[in-house]
């Protein structure tokens, strides 16, 4: 009998309005665990090589894990994967809320979308049974209001919805996914595929929960991390979002700032965690914000996420559309040297009204603003708006015209690598994008082993990807117990970009790579400063399911699995170490603060790229895997 | 400015109190009253190191710290007048 999942996973033909339920055994499980390397497997079995991302030949997958819906912190959470319209490569993006708890609950692991609806339409999921339903009356509405109407006609107010938004309908190239009008599977541009199948929303009710193999010990586990919240490591993530980190950012030279050409911004402290925290979060005028102006996850105690409201001034803000991320107040904010809080909660606010990803929004506009700056975008070229450093007010217009396509914001929908290419005069050396895709708020020329995982990982920039550098450096705290249990005893110098920085990259990779396949949220589960380490994952693992046998080798192998699977989707595409680029930019030194000077080497980066390709088993010329490689990961059936 | 005399075993080191400018980040913030924002002055004891000033924080959780903006996880590391010492939690992704 199978515990934590069902067994279960629902196949949509939106072209003919068919169905199929297909039921996996326990091997196919095991191999996968669910989320991305469930969802690749269907790409890569299902997709003809070289589809056009926006046409019916792309599959959309939304898959779950076997612990998605477990009653503990962090595991509500989905992947959404297609081949990216963005980079051309695949397409992988992760999220939470309760929309992923829900579909669980409404009978299924996974749904998997192929072809192309005739009309506008949404899925309606409910208690194992499903239903495509007309949505020409809320294509082009905004997510909270489509959300609002879904719920109204079907007349169940606790109805979890995930959609796209006028954005996705647009075909913007970094358009996401949206749950609970402000959750986005915001990466890679999954929204503009589920547009391009004219499948506005995913809704889901049920009350079928997959059993619990000991929910003793489930409990346990659950307990002691409530227990323990308050001492860990992510109390400050939990007071004051992911975005109490730009002060640590700021003091390393971290905070991607004027395009990243600087890691320090003098505003930093204007969007900063504690900042939000007294005086936009809803309820910080009373004192109330740990109250209102924070909100959750399915099961989970964290309570990361942020409510912003703003009843004043030149941008009001409804709560309705949560409130931004340290990435978000990065990309709109320092990228940008825009130090206006409220305009950044506004740009946030569109974004999740639209259907955009905020990293990927930002970044392209802070293109557009160095691009400016530099002379070689004018006011002609950007429908008289100002695009000097700082200029909050432009900021929120170009967003908002990314959304609809609207004049210059139609050139900037495509991306900011398409763009610079359409504009020309040089704007290229402006970019900061790998394989297309935009970087986030972590600066590679410090935290150097982040410029090879830009590098090689098949969606492009991702900072989610492994562990960050510091937390084996000499001069980080050193967690010894869960290092120790990963394999390194030791530290690595500061900086450095040697062979056990890379074993270190390598293994961690892995591991963060098993938890998008284990739908875990990496501020919760982790290598290190996480509340609960890899030994707790396995526990998690083995209380849900029951297989007793689980151990951490087996997490490491469907981590590698799935990197492999990407790769392999990639080659497929044309993709090798050829496309693993870093952009020039990064090879240019900072300026200011403690990372003043840095920059990245070639040849340093070259080696280690070498030796990344080593340690992962592939064709060190290619960056491919090899056939023995697959053979081992129990993967031959991609190539035969 | 908040006093925060270090009382060490050593009597003899009494003479001469040390000045030093201190931030804290996130949740270490809350050590200090909320209108200071995290920042302030501290007088110290000659001889203080940075694990004094952690006890005398009661900061007991896991923390990286810069002294004028250079790294430091030396916590036996005297410090001197004038010092700039910020103080953050250990989270290193976002």
Known sequence: ?640 | MVNITITPEDQNRKEKILEIHLQLFSILRDKLPPELKGQTKIQLVEGSTLKDLLIELAIDRRVAISVNDVQERDHSRTLADGDEVKIFTSVSGG
């Not at chain 1, 829900?102 to 998997?112: M, R, S, W």
């Not at chain 1, 109490?244 to 990243?260: F, I, K, R, V």
């Open chain 1, 1 to 640: 009998m199978a515990h934590g999942y069902h067994g279960k996973i629902l196949h949509v033909n939106l072209t003919a309005g068919e169905f199929a339920v297909e039921e996996p055994g326990e091997d196919f499980y095991r191999k996968y665990l669910g989320g991305s390397a469930l969802a690749l497997y269907y790409l890569l079995k299902d997709m003809p090589p070289g589809a056009d991302p926006l046409e019916p030949e792309n599959i959309l997958v939304l898959a779950l894990s076997v612990v998605t819906g477990a009653s503990i912190s962090g595991q509500s959470r989905l992947t959404a994967a297609a081949k990216s319209p963005l980079t051309g490569a695949i397409g992988d993006s992760q999220g939470g809320g309760f929309f992923p708890a829900e579909l669980k609950n409404a009978g299924f692991d996974a749904v998997v979308v192929k072809g192309k609806s005739p009309k506008p339409v949404y899925l309606w999921i409910h208690d194992g049974e499903y239903e495509l339903r007309d949505a020409a009356h809320i294509w082009g509405s905004i997510t909270g209001v489509a959300e609002q109407t879904i719920r109204e006609e079907l007349g169940d107010k606790k109805i979890e919805v995930m959609q796209i938004g006028p954005a996705g309908e647009n075909a913007v190239r970094f358009a996401g996914i949206f749950s609970n009008s402000n959750r986005a599977n915001g990466r890679t541009g999954m929204g503009a595929v589920m547009g391009s199948k004219n499948l506005k929303a995913v809704a889901v009710r049920g009350k079928i929960r997959p059993s619990i193999a000991d929910k003793t010990r489930l409990s346990t586990l659950a307990k002691w991390g409530a227990a323990n919240l308050s001492d860990s490591d992510i109390a400050g993530l939990a007071k004051y979002g992911t975005n109490e980190t730009t002060g640590a950012n700021q003091n390393s030279g971290t905070l991607p700032t004027y395009n990243y050409n600087s890691g320090v911004f003098d505003g930093w402290e204007k969007i900063d965690g504690p900042t939000m925290y007294d005086t936009v979060l809803k309820g910080a005028a009373e004192g109330k914000q740990d109250r209102e102006g924070r909100d959750t996850c399915y099961a989970c105690t964290v309570r990361c996420k942020r409510v912003v409201e703003i009843q004043e001034g030149p941008y009001k803000v409804d709560p309705t559309y949560g409130g931004p991320e340290y990435e978000t107040t990065s990309t709109f904010g320092s990228y940008c040297a825009i130090d206006d809080l409220a305009a950044i909660c506004k740009a946030n606010e569109i974004c999740n009204q639209y259907g955009m990803d905020t990293i990927s929004c930002g970044a392209t506009i802070s293109w557009a603003y160095e691009a400016f700056n530099e002379g070689k975008l004018t006011p002609e070229d950007t429908d008289g708006l100002d695009l000097s450093w700082g200029n909050a007010e432009s900021m929120v217009k170009l967003t908002e015209k990314i959304a609809r396509r609207e004049g210059f914001g139609d050139l900037l929908a495509e991306g900011s690598e398409r763009a610079a290419k359409s504009i020309g005069r040089g704007t290229e050396a402006y970019l900061i994008t790998f394989k297309g895709q935009e970087a986030p708020a972590h600066m590679p020329r410090v935290k150097r082993s982040l410029a090879v995982i830009y590098a090689v990982n098949p969606f492009g920039a991702d900072h989610q990807s492994h562990e960050h550098d510091p937390v084996i450096e000499d001069d980080f705290e050193y967690y010894e117990e869960r290092l120790g249990a990963l394999g390194f005893n030791a530290r690595v110098e500061t900086h450095a970009l040697n062979r056990e920085k890379m074993r270190f990259t390598v293994a961690t990779q892995r591991l963060y790579s098993a938890m998008d396949s284990l739908n875990l949220c990496q501020f919760v589960y982790g290598s290190t400063w996480q509340l609960y380490g890899p030994d707790d994952i396995v526990e998690l693992v083995q209380a849900v399911t029951g297989w007793e046998d689980f151990s951490y080798a087996d997490i490491e192998k469907v981590g590698e699995r799935r990197i492999n699977m990407m790769r392999m989707f990639n080659a497929r595409e044309g993709f090798d170490r050829r496309q693993d680029l870093i952009p020039e930019k990064l090879f240019k030194p900072l300026k200011g603060g403690a990372s003043d000077g840095w920059k990245l080497d070639k040849d340093e980066v070259e080696g280690a790229l070498d030796t990344y390709f080593e340690l992962s088993g592939w064709d060190v010329k290619s960056g491919i895997p090899t056939p023995e490689k697959l053979e081992e990961l129990g993967l031959a059936w991609i190539v035969k």
